[in-house]
């Protein structure tokens, strides 16, 4: 039997179910005492059990809302990263599955969301059924508290005659729900992988509809539809005796009118501490934007390929991380990343960019890459630089075995790798940790690679895995071999497959942890 670690294809199952056991938790625990609580006794009374399924499933959707935006603050990420070292080595390479964690996140708000709506529909209906004439003794007498002076109401739905959907959207929760409901399925279809393939603007641009979605969270519960009795409502009049007395309420001592209000609005403060956070984010975001990037070359390549080189005062990277580039002459709004092909080493830093969207090829057709000659770097548009930020390859120095395969474009996170490798081999004071490099190979038309400018020969031909993965097994026993692949799916897969095929299931044996590029 064989085992590998599958360190960026999917999220670790202990993930999942902490998660997953955290959402249960909630909602059982909130369930129950809506189910229990007894200043909610007349509310249940009216709305029966839909009221507690619509208070739990708020309470995960404000637990999962309160997560949603720890995985795309970078920064953040980076800096947990660099400074805890509990997060460094395997631990610190489940950061590299954030945007796994954000899409798992979102699956919890969609199906939070759409039980709490379903819920609060039932709710509205029964509302509206207590204050028909055909309603029963004790719903009917509750639905019609708030009709007397000094009297407060425990149903909304005032009057029969009323259209139970325009009274809801009259109220802050209503017309808040409504905007939420909408924007959460804007955010949600224009998320697909199809969406995100065909046109990447258009789900870059629907995406900051999340700042309405927040706002309209917080102000979601403000309208205090839902009430329950009063504390001190409760002290004196007693609902385990007086809900059988109801046609006696104010005329017995021990059964004065209740009195009810709304809990007070709660969601704002399970986000507020997300939130500020993504917005020092984007603060830190728009600092970058004001400093200045030097655009020192421009080399258009073969196959639509751009490459860029930079300069950036202070700016210090590893070999695998990758920066967000933003050209405000094409948009405003749009970061793209892009991996680093450059070695820390050298005085500068690039990017090699392929025309394969709207945005990217705006960039190369601005840049003079386009079948025109290439622009003077003076005159060229002025671009923004964020970053750079950590991925999976920056763990490739950590193991004594490391194999790195691409694929197409793919081999671009690889670039700046080799090039490191190249200034370490050539330093005879720098120490590391695999043992040799064994073999490099690429793919290139010429004498030198049109990326890496390496020497290397090319090893034509898709390799046979089975034979590569077991002599490297054989070469390396009782071994930790980091495996590292950028390229197509469908050659992950068979990668993926080779690594836990080839691993041993003994702990002292080889073992091969394999990750792959994203973003």
Same mark, same amino acid.
């Given at each position: 039997?064989?085992?590998?670690?599958?360190?960026?294809?999917?999220?670790?199952?202990? #993930?999942?179910?902490?998660?997953?056991?955290?959402?249960?938790?909630? *909602?059982?625990?909130?369930?129950?005492?809506?189910?229990?609580?007894?200043?909610?006794?007349?509310?249940?009374?009216?709305?029966?059990?839909?009221?507690?399924?619509?208070?739990?499933?708020?309470?995960?959707?404000?637990?999962?809302?309160?997560?949603?935006?720890?995985p795309v603050s970078r920064n953040f990420i980076s800096f947990v990263r660099g400074t805890s070292a509990c997060c460094r080595g395997?631990?610190?390479?489940?950061?590299?599955?954030?945007?796994?964690?954000h899409k798992l996140v979102a699956y919890g708000i969609a199906v939070s969301a759409a039980i709490h709506i379903v819920a609060h529909?039932?709710?509205?209906?029964?509302?509206?059924?207590?204050?028909?004439?055909?309603?029963?003794?004790?719903?009917?007498?509750?639905?019609?508290?708030?009709?007397?002076?000094?009297?407060?109401?425990?149903?909304?739905?005032?009057?029969?005659?009323?259209?139970?959907?325009?009274?809801?959207?009259?109220?802050?929760?209503?017309?808040?729900?409504?905007?939420?409901?909408?924007?959460?399925?804007?955010?949600?279809?224009?998320?697909?992988?199809?969406?995100?393939?065909?046109?990447?603007?258009? *789900?870059?641009?629907?995406?900051?509809? *999340?700042?309405?979605?927040?706002?309209?969270?917080?102000?979601?519960?403000?309208?205090?539809?839902?009430?329950?009795?009063?504390?001190?409502?409760?002290?004196?009049?007693? #609902?385990?005796?007086?809900?059988?007395?109801?046609?006696?309420?104010?005329?017995?001592?021990?059964?004065?009118?209740?009195?009810?209000?709304? +809990?007070?609005?709660?969601?704002?403060?399970? #986000?507020?501490?997300?939130?500020?956070?993504?917005?020092?984010?984007?603060?830190?975001?728009?600092?970058?934007?004001?400093?200045?990037?030097?655009?020192?070359?421009?080399?258009?390549?073969?196959?639509?390929?751009?490459?860029?080189?930079?300069?950036?005062?202070?700016?210090?990277?590893?070999?695998?991380?990758?920066?967000?580039?933003?050209?405000?002459?094409?948009?405003?709004?749009?970061?793209?990343?892009?991996?680093?092909?450059?070695?820390?080493?050298?005085?500068?830093?690039?990017?090699?960019?392929?025309?394969?969207?709207?945005?990217?090829?705006?960039?190369c057709e601005a840049f003079g890459a386009q079948g025109q000659d290439l622009k003077d770097p003076c005159s060229l548009p002025r671009?923004?630089? =964020?970053?750079? *930020?950590?991925?999976?390859?920056?763990?490739?120095?950590?193991?004594?075995?490391?194999?790195?395969?691409?694929?197409?474009?793919?081999?671009?996170?690889?670039?700046?790798?080799?090039?490191?490798?190249?200034? +370490?081999?050539? =330093?005879?004071?720098?120490?590391?940790?695999?043992?040799?490099?064994?073999?490099?190979?690429?793919?290139?038309?010429?004498?030198? =690679?049109?990326?890496?400018?390496?020497?290397?020969?090319?090893?034509?031909?898709?390799?046979?895995? =089975?034979?590569?993965?077991?002599?490297?097994?054989?070469?390396?026993?009782?071994?930790?071999?980091?495996?590292?692949?950028?390229?197509?799916?469908?050659?992950?897969?068979?990668?993926?497959?080779?690594?836990?095929?080839?691993?041993?299931?003994?702990?002292?044996?080889?073992?091969?942890?394999?990750?792959?590029?994203?973003?």
């Amino acid at each position: 039997m064989m085992g590998c670690w599958v360190l960026n294809e999917s999220l670790p199952i202990i #993930v999942v179910l902490l998660w997953l056991g955290m959402n249960l938790y909630l *909602f059982m625990v909130t369930f129950r005492w809506y189910e229990e609580e007894e200043s909610f006794l007349y509310t249940r009374v009216i709305l029966g059990s839909t009221l507690a399924w619509a208070k739990a499933s708020a309470l995960c959707l404000n637990f999962n809302c309160m997560l949603i935006l720890l995985p795309v603050s970078r920064n953040f990420i980076s800096f947990v990263r660099g400074t805890s070292a509990c997060c460094r080595g395997p631990w610190g390479r489940q950061l590299d599955k954030n945007l796994k964690f954000h899409k798992l996140v979102a699956y919890g708000i969609a199906v939070s969301a759409a039980i709490h709506i379903v819920a609060h529909l039932f709710n509205l209906e029964r509302y509206h059924l207590s204050q028909s004439e055909e309603a029963p003794g004790l719903p009917a007498a509750l639905s019609k508290l708030g009709n007397s002076p000094n009297e407060s109401y425990l149903n909304p739905i005032r009057t029969a005659g009323t259209n139970p959907v325009i009274e809801l959207l009259t109220t802050i929760a209503g017309i808040t729900g409504l905007v939420l409901s909408l924007a959460l399925i804007l955010l949600m279809t224009s998320s697909t992988e199809f969406i995100r393939q065909v046109s990447y603007e258009l *789900f870059w641009y629907t995406h900051h509809v *999340f700042i309405i979605f927040f706002i309209s969270l917080a102000l979601h519960g403000a309208g205090r539809i839902v009430r329950g009795q009063t504390p001190e409502s409760l002290l004196l009049h007693n #609902v385990t005796f007086c809900r059988n007395h109801y046609d006696k309420w104010h005329a017995v001592a021990q059964c004065p009118m209740p009195r009810f209000s709304g +809990k007070e609005p709660s969601a704002w403060k399970w #986000v507020l501490g997300p939130v500020v956070l993504y917005a020092c984010e984007r603060i830190i975001r728009f600092w970058r934007f004001q400093q200045e990037v030097v655009i020192t070359k421009v080399i258009s390549h073969p196959s639509g390929v751009l490459e860029l080189r930079m300069k950036k005062r202070d700016f210090t990277m590893a070999p695998g991380q990758y920066i967000f580039i933003q050209c405000p002459a094409i948009s405003l709004l749009e970061w793209h990343p892009f991996t680093l092909t450059s070695a820390p080493h050298e005085d500068f830093f690039s990017v090699h960019i392929r025309a394969a969207g709207d945005w990217t090829e705006a960039l190369c057709e601005a840049f003079g890459a386009q079948g025109q000659d290439l622009k003077d770097p003076c005159s060229l548009p002025r671009l923004a630089v =964020d970053g750079p *930020f950590g991925a999976a390859l920056t763990d490739v120095f950590h193991y004594p075995a490391s194999v790195c395969i691409a694929a197409g474009i793919g081999v671009t996170p690889f670039a700046a790798l080799l090039k490191s490798l190249w200034h +370490k081999c050539c =330093d005879s004071q720098s120490q590391l940790k695999p043992s040799k490099a064994l073999h490099i190979a690429l793919h290139w038309d010429e004498n030198t =690679d049109v990326i890496t400018g390496l020497k290397q020969k090319t090893f034509y031909g898709r390799p046979n895995w =089975d034979d590569e993965f077991k002599q490297i097994a054989y070469s390396h026993p009782s071994s930790s071999i980091g495996v590292f692949f950028c390229g197509p799916r469908a050659l992950s897969k068979s990668l993926q497959r080779m690594c836990r095929l080839y691993s041993s299931a003994d702990p002292r044996g080889v073992h091969f942890y394999y990750s792959k590029e994203s973003f």
